[in-house]
């Protein structure tokens, strides 16, 4: 028998059978084995075990046409993405995240303005500039005032859609406008927790969202203080390197002047030996920063996190190998163009 897992929690599924209704379900070992989580949305099969009460075990989880992280949810035609105008503030930032994880799986985004009610025209036009070329269609809305609640609907009209966005900004209140014969709880939920808790704080996930960026924003910092760290690491060991190198072949310097080579052409084969070592160390350096990350995301089974690569961070990489390269060069090729002749035949 196959459904759609229609809710999920704490180890259960709800599956709707069409003609039947829902069964409550546990999912069995060949789930697992499938290495595949139910998700809202999901096709399965299912066996029931109890036919009366509506009971029954989901075996296999059907194939899926695409999968999101947040909201986890599977097989949908578009999403719809809920902000508010005003209070709280659209983090645009949140946003733009929502909308490149929707794209990603392909889908079609509709971006909805709740609370225009409280926005000036001004505000809505300046919204709707920034977002008029992203591909997406973008829906000015007031659940208080039943405003936009139609072209909401006609959009949502024989499609599968996901609801996501930040806390506060209306989700239940849209969604109770548009299936009017179920309503959702709404409410100023963390006010009142803050009224009878004295000691308590509450943090909407938009809040979460944003301090989570100030640590990433940090954690950005303190990688690139560390990575300017290597980098002058790297030149002092390319220093180190070459001046070594110019010393142990300080007769074969002294013989090629002797037979004719100008300081210029020395200076060039120093630097240009330097320059060698260093692309060869970007390509030994690329390839373990890619072989790295992969074999520990296989080796932690880490599945719902993807790493990509762009021609634009290697060409930096190994633009920066090239200049530090230079830098590091510099000083042991011009110490060796100007050795002179006579002594360094008679070095040892």
């Known amino acids: 028998m196959q459904g759609k897992i229609v809710k999920g929690i704490s180890g259960f599924y709800y599956v709707h059978v069409v003609g039947t209704g829902i069964y409550e379900c546990k999912a069995k070992g060949a789930v697992r084995k499938q290495k595949m989580k139910p998700l809202v949305g999901d096709n399965a099969e299912i066996v029931p075990i109890d036919e009366e009460g509506r009971i029954g075990n989901v075996v296999e989880i059907l194939e899926r046409k695409n999968e999101l992280i947040r909201p986890a949810v599977a097989n949908i035609d578009q999403a719809l993405i809920i902000f508010a105008m005003s209070k709280p503030e659209p983090n645009y930032n949140l946003l733009d995240r929502f909308l490149l994880m929707m794209k990603k799986q392909g889908l079609d985004c509709i971006i909805c303005f709740n609370k225009r009610d409280i926005a000036t025209k001004q505000e809505r036009e300046n919204i709707q500039k920034i977002y008029e070329n ?35 900004v209306g989700k239940s209140s849209i969604v109770n406008c548009l299936q009017r014969q179920i309503k959702m709880e709404t409410g100023a939920i963390s006010e009142k927790i803050e009224e009878d808790y004295e000691n308590f704080t509450t943090l909407t996930s938009e809040e979460i969202s944003s301090i989570a960026d100030d640590v990433l924003g940090i954690l950005d910092t303190a990688t690139l203080a560390v990575s300017a760290l290597a980098i002058i690491v790297g030149a002092i060991g390319i220093i180190n390197t070459m001046v070594m190198a110019v010393y142990e072949r300080t007769k074969e310097i002294g013989v090629l002047k002797s037979v004719g080579w100008k300081s210029r052409k020395i200076l060039t084969m120093i630097l240009g030996e330097t320059l060698v070592l260093t692309t060869l160390s970007g390509i030994v350096g690329s390839i373990f920063g890619i072989l790295i990350p992969e074999v520990g995301l296989r080796l932690f089974n880490v599945t719902d996190f993807a790493l990509g690569y762009s021609p634009k961070t290697f060409i930096l990489a190994f633009g920066i190998t090239i200049i530090v390269g230079i830098i590091g060069g510099i000083y042991p090729a011009y110490k060796a163009s100007k050795l002179a002749p006579t002594e360094a035949l008679r070095y040892e």
Not at 144 to 156: H, P, Q, R, T, V
Request: neutral net charge.
């Open 134 to 168: 992203s591909g997406c269609r973008v829906i000015f809305a007031s659940a208080l005032k039943k405003e936009g609640i139609d072209e909401i609907i006609n959009i949502l009209d024989g499609k599968t859609t996901a609801v996501a966005g930040p806390s506060g």
